[in-house]
């Protein structure tokens, strides 16, 4: 018998209807010995996700604003989903756990600190329902006194702990620090959690349960009733994740990836629905040229024009010393023999574009300098375009027979991905036309 480790998402987790879900579908597969666990989701539309009421407990306390009543509302739904399993409060101790995070919190526990006790509660609820053994993420997700993540002690910490259990639910999203300080991953961390897992324990295959079925070639809200994704690789989903297909977390294909473990999205509503495959290599399919269509809004170009720039010698050096200074990484770097364009998250550059654009005239004193902040990018990805002859040309007739300018062009060197920056109004236009010309009615 394999060993699959199953992490279950906030939506997953989110009621007691749910975890009975989760139950079922541990105790049809005795391979499912390790479960890794986010904090409870939303229970509908309007509801409010338990990590995002313990930051908001967190920034009261900081402002010295009163804050126990919006903690009770977190203790309140623990101890009633608790009570609702049949567990009650008084077999987990949930009272002097509330007393412990609440001290805690008065003591000057930090936002990491606070905002990880959704996993680590929930987590204590699901051991007990499942008859597994609690294991905390602390002392065993490792990183070093600065927060930067250990691989190897953590991968040794795991498999240590974790073969003496013949069967253990693991919070996610959080780890530890030197002297024990908590430190989390960023927002849906808890997907990283389980890769790291399902590494650390050589397992077979590192079951993904959300709320869908897994990747769809195109955004749903975008483009109606798009082919969903059955197969696809590493690569191809690094892409996809890093351009907002937003159903696995863009760093938690990594651990899985160094050791070929396959990655298997499930949905947990539809237990019996296959979903999608995450693999080292696919099969290729001589009719399915593009995998999947990504993208996001809001990004600034800055385009760059220096006559004989290649002859410039630290030219990007200095570029790069820039973003430094200020912190920030850049999302593309399409160039030109003397030309450059720079691609920054509207987010991450804020109200400081000014001040980015004088430095760069300042320091690097260019012939001409454009900045546009109105910017959408599309990424259409698939491993058959590298061996398939005019796929650039269907892709750029497609938008352009939607009445689309192309603002922007970049192509990665493996051949697999061709990145478009349109306007952010012709967004959605496009990865329709995308769509229609690559995909259409195939089924």
Known sequence: MGLKVAKFGGSSVADVIQFKKVRSIVQTDPSRTVVVVSAPGKRYPNDTKLTDLLYLCQTHVEHNLPWDQLFQVVCDRFTAMAMSLGLGSSQLNLEKEFETIKRDLNGGAGADYIASRGEYLNALLMARFLDFEFVDAAGLILFDERGHFLAEETDEALRTRLKKHKGAVIPGFYGSMPGGRIKTFSRGGSDITGSLVARALHADVYENWTDVHGFLVADPGIVKDPQPIDYITYQELRELSYMGASVLHEDAIFPVRETNIPINIRNTNDADHPGTTILADVPRDPEKIVTGIAGSKDFTVIALYK????????????????????????????????????????????????????????????????????????????????????????????????????????????????IVGVLNRDFEKAIRAIYGAFIGGRK
Not at 338 to 353: F, G, H, I, P
Not at 374 to 390: E, F, H, N
Not at 395 to 411: G, P
């Open 307 to 418: 006559h004989r720039m290649n002859k410039d010698r630290g030219f990007v050096r200095r570029l790069f010393g820039i973003l430094e200074d200020y912190d920030l990484g850049f999302e593309h770097l399409p160039t030109g023999i003397d030309t450059m364009s720079l691609v920054l998250s509207n987010e991450k550059v804020a109200d400081r574009l000014p001040d980015i654009v004088a430095d760069i005239e300042k320091k690097l004193e260019p012939d001409n300098i454009e900045v546009n902040e109105d910017i959408a990018l599309i990424a259409t990805v698939g491993k058959g375009m590298s061996s398939r002859k005019g796929v650039s040309a269907s892709l750029f007739t497609a938008l352009a027979e939607a009445d689309i300018n192309i603002r922007l062009i970049d192509q990665g060197s493996s051949e697999m991905n061709i």
